[in-house]
């Protein structure tokens, strides 16, 4: 395996004659396996000539993985100026965590932005897949790669690359989970840092501080040589590379970072051989270990953190408002209990997921005793937020493997990003679907390993929370659970299929799941009607009119329901007044709703065809479909040229016949399958579905002769259209950039057609 750094500096480029030796572009570092597995780790500004040079000496196409650390400038902002990306026989693979906010493909494309750089991300002539990465592990051929979380302000994850007996182990953008007193890694997080390096062959690490200055900039998100140091030591790596330099730093001021590491491996008797990364440095790795396997759970699979219940115990409130803002986006459940004699009281029924607790005044050891004897031997993550950063975390003892320590004065974001990677550490897999893979399966009554089954006064306790029940009697609530059972679906699985008939109604206690229609055609999208959650039913419909289910219902996360037994329910309602009023305004609701849909969704009340909002939002379903298979889309888009004249000599009631005969004419030479709209005015939008490019002049030419047709079995004056045309291999993510194409070739086929009759005439 063979190494080579193209960029070694942090947060900003940093060119001239100060930083010549060690280089002044940020993270970029290539890895190349044995095999010839392409690799590089980060795209910083160190792309730029790495590409020129995958480009200068290839002599096959290009077949590239490309991993990001994360998803911060410094470590993208070489995507642009990377040369492969423009070449069409170039297969880049892209890999990355979750991200805040966007995802992978949205943040690389939002850099390249027309306001910021002259081509857009989906102009690029390579073939691009994005993959987004948890904890774990997956393989490219003979090479294992493994991933782990760091302490960030963003989800930022480490990679450790094995093959043919050699690793090499790349952290960057990571501080230390703790500042600890003494030798040793007492915090959890350090320790599982540390084993995640054990016996590299080299470790590549963030040492953009020095102890000193890191006290002053501790929440930034960056280590000390010092701790860098002592983690490759820790590890038994056989050599490490301090990387991340501080922008600021100088060649010289690197030196001595390098001899600092370097002394401290030499005072503590350590064989590990320390030097500070630069540029167009090349190292040859042999394969001297045999490889371990760190992770044990696949890194490609999605685990689903919306939803799950965070209970924050003891925080004052400018600190509670600090946590929910920044956690808002992740759509979790925020629970607040003021101290932890309360959260401690009712932390069982809570069920929460993860726990924040600010500490106070309380020692750590004795909190988190507390909260963890409350929990009855519950592994329930819990982060203690404290003021004192000379706690001995060692006073834990057993209890650290799912205790995290976060020093006050907190960071929100990296707050966030150790809920977010707890959660997703602790989330259950999917048995029945692969570890959770896109399959979808149907759930499974049992509870599996989810704790003991939900007694009958359970069950009770549960549906007299539910609005729709809560007026309920107790022996009318005993009715309902009586023949009532639990169902778990992870994320993906069907609840309810579409078209079975079943005797069933279903009550979401906890989670989330959607709602959609599936088409006839097994090609088409489904159409998404709704997403309904925690205190929600669903299927009473299909229970109260015996109809087969007129909708598929998917779990979006983790959802925990009861089944109630439909002739239980219908018994009920026609005794009890009150459960029929309730249901009458469920159903009320549901009604409102979709009228509301449906206005949206109405057509165009002159031509009867899709109006334009309409039309883009049946387009993104078609561009998305279009975008998996590789199809791409093609737009068609006509304006009545004639229409002014027509409403100038004859009224406007004879414009708009000549109208209704122009969608007349378009529904006539389109296929049934195709997009049709009233783009507004006298523009119309036509989006053949799955269509070839001689189907443009079909198209055209069935609509002049359609038109010729009705026109004069009509008794209307002669009607002109104009059209242009629009293809995309890869469709935008809305229709208007292809309108808006299409429009500008309509105006160049209108001014070449002036042009011949202009030379016919003279």
Request: with cysteine.
């Given at each position: 395996?063979?190494?080579?750094?193209?960029?070694?500096?942090?947060?900003?480029?940093?060119?001239?004659?100060?930083?010549?030796?060690?280089?002044?572009n940020t993270s970029c570092v290539q890895v190349v396996a044995g095999d010839g597995t392409q690799i590089i780790l980060d795209c910083g500004t160190g792309a730029r000539p790495l590409g020129q040079h995958l480009v200068d000496t290839k002599t096959t196409p290009l077949r590239v993985h490309l991993f990001i650390g994360h998803t911060h400038w410094d470590h993208i902002q070489g995507f642009p100026f990377f040369m492969p990306v423009f070449l069409p026989d170039t297969e880049l693979n892209v890999y990355a965590p979750r991200g805040f906010q966007r995802n992978l493909e949205e943040t690389l494309a939002g850099q390249m932005q027309h306001a910021?750089?002259?081509?857009?991300?989906?102009?690029?002539?390579?073939?691009?897949?994005?993959?987004?990465?948890?904890?774990?592990?997956?393989?490219?051929?003979?090479?294992?790669?493994?991933?782990?979380?760091?302490?960030?302000?963003?989800?930022?994850?480490?990679?450790?690359?094995?093959?043919?007996?050699?690793?090499?182990?790349?952290?960057?953008?990571?501080?230390?989970?703790?500042?600890?007193?003494?030798?040793?890694?007492?915090?959890?997080?350090?320790?599982?840092?540390?084993?995640?390096?054990?016996?590299?062959?080299?470790?590549?690490?963030?040492?953009?501080?020095?102890?000193?200055?890191?006290?002053?900039?501790?929440?930034?998100?960056?280590?000390?040589?010092?701790?860098a140091t002592d983690v490759a030591m820790a590890a038994n790596a056989r050599r490490l590379a301090l990387f991340h330099h501080d922008p600021m730093r100088s060649d010289q001021e690197v030196e001595a970072f390098e001899r600092v590491g370097q002394q401290r491996a030499l005072d503590r008797g350590m064989k590990t051989e320390v030097f500070a990364a630069a540029e167009g440095l090349t190292i040859d790795i042999e394969g001297t270990r045999s490889a371990r396997q760190v992770a044990?759970?696949?890194?490609?699979?999605?685990?689903?953190?919306?939803?799950?219940?965070?209970?924050?115990?003891?925080?004052?409130?400018?600190?509670s408002s600090l946590i929910d803002q920044e956690m808002r986006e992740d759509n979790l459940v925020l629970v607040n209990s003021p101290d932890v004699r309360a959260a401690s009281a009712h932390i069982r029924e809570l069920a929460p997921d993860i726990v924040i607790v600010d500490a106070g005044e309380e020692r750590p050891a004795e909190t988190v005793g507390r909260?963890?004897?409350?929990?009855?031997?519950?592994?329930?993550?819990?982060?203690?937020?404290?003021?004192?950063?000379?706690?001995?975390?060692?006073?834990?003892?057993?209890?650290?493997?799912?205790?995290?320590?976060?020093?006050?004065?907190?960071?929100?974001?990296?707050?966030?990003?150790?809920?977010?990677?707890?959660?997703?550490?602790?989330?259950?897999?999917?048995?029945?679907?692969?570890?959770?893979?896109?399959?979808?399966?149907?759930?499974?009554?049992?509870?599996?390993?989810?704790?003991?089954?939900?007694?009958?006064?359970?069950?009770?306790?549960?549906l007299a929370g539910i609005s729709l029940f809560t007026s309920l009697s107790t022996d009318e609530l005993d009715l309902l659970s009586a023949g009532a059972t639990e169902r778990f679906h992870e994320s993906g699985e069907v609840m309810i299929r579409q078209g079975e008939r079943s005797d069933q109604l279903f009550v979401i206690l906890k989670g989330s799941a959607r709602v959609q229609e599936m088409p006839d055609d097994p090609s088409a999208t489904e159409m998404v009607l709704g997403e309904i959650g925690a205190g929600q039913i669903v299927g009473e419909l299909a229970v109260l009119t015996g109809m087969p289910r007129s909708a598929t219902v998917v779990a979006i996360e983790a959802t925990h329901c009861l089944g109630i037994a439909g002739e239980d329910f219908t018994r009920l309602m026609r005794k009890s007044a009150v459960l029929a009023g309730a249901l009458a305004q469920v159903l009320a609701r549901r009604i409102y709703e979709t009228d509301q849909r449906l206005t949206r969704f109405a057509p165009d009340a002159l031509t009867s065809l899709l109006t334009r909002q309409t039309f883009q939002d049946h387009y993104r379903r078609v561009a998305a479909q279009a975008r998996r298979r590789g199809t791409g889309v093609m737009l068609l888009f006509f304006d009545v040229t004639s229409l002014k004249a027509v409403n100038d000599s004859s009224g406007y009631e004879v414009g708009d016949e000549v109208l209704r005969t122009v969608a007349h004419a378009l529904r006539e030479s389109a296929r049934d399958t195709d997009l049709i709209a009233r783009w507004g005015g006298d523009e119309f939008a036509v989006l053949p579905v799955d269509a070839l490019p001689i189907a443009v002049e079909m198209i055209t030419g069935r609509l002049r002769e359609k038109l010729g047709e009705l026109c004069e079995a009509r008794n209307l004056p002669v009607v002109q259209c104009?059209?242009?045309?629009?293809?995309?291999?890869?469709?935008?993510?809305?229709?208007?950039?292809?309108?808006?194409?299409?429009?500008?070739?309509?105006?160049?086929?209108?001014?070449?057609?002036?042009?011949?009759?202009?030379?016919?005439?003279?």
């Open positions: 395996m063979q190494v080579r750094f193209w960029g070694t500096r942090g947060s900003i480029a940093s060119p001239g004659p100060q930083t010549a030796k060690f280089g002044g910021y750089f002259p081509l857009k991300l989906r102009e690029l002539r390579s073939r691009i897949q994005f993959t987004q990465l948890e904890e774990g592990f997956f393989r490219l051929g003979n090479v294992l790669v493994e991933t782990q979380a760091l302490n960030h302000t963003a989800p930022t994850i480490a990679y450790r690359i094995s093959t043919d007996g050699a690793t090499v182990a790349y952290s960057t953008d990571h501080e230390p989970y703790w500042k600890p007193v003494g030798a040793g890694f007492p915090h959890p997080g350090d320790q599982r840092h540390v084993d995640f390096f054990k016996d590299a062959d080299l470790v590549i690490h963030d040492a953009q501080y020095a102890e000193p200055e890191y006290l002053a900039k501790r929440g930034w998100g960056h280590s000390t040589v010092e701790y044990q759970m696949p890194a490609i699979v999605h685990r689903p953190i919306a939803g799950r219940c965070v209970l924050i115990v003891g925080a004052d409130e400018r600190s909260l963890r004897g409350a929990l009855d031997g519950s592994a329930v993550p819990i982060i203690v937020l404290t003021d004192d950063v000379n706690t001995d975390v060692e006073l834990l003892g057993g209890s650290l493997s799912n205790t995290d320590f976060l020093a006050k004065p907190f960071s929100p974001p990296m707050l966030r990003s150790r809920v977010r990677a707890w959660l997703a550490r602790t989330a259950e897999l999917s048995p029945e679907s692969g570890h959770g893979t896109s399959a979808r399966v149907e759930g499974s009554p049992t509870r599996s390993a989810r704790g003991p089954a939900m007694t009958r006064e359970d069950i009770r306790e549960a104009a059209f242009g045309v629009e293809s995309a291999q890869v469709p935008p993510e809305s229709a208007e950039e292809l309108v808006r194409a299409a429009d500008e070739d309509m105006q160049r086929r209108l001014a070449a057609q002036a042009g011949e009759s202009s030379t016919q005439s003279s």
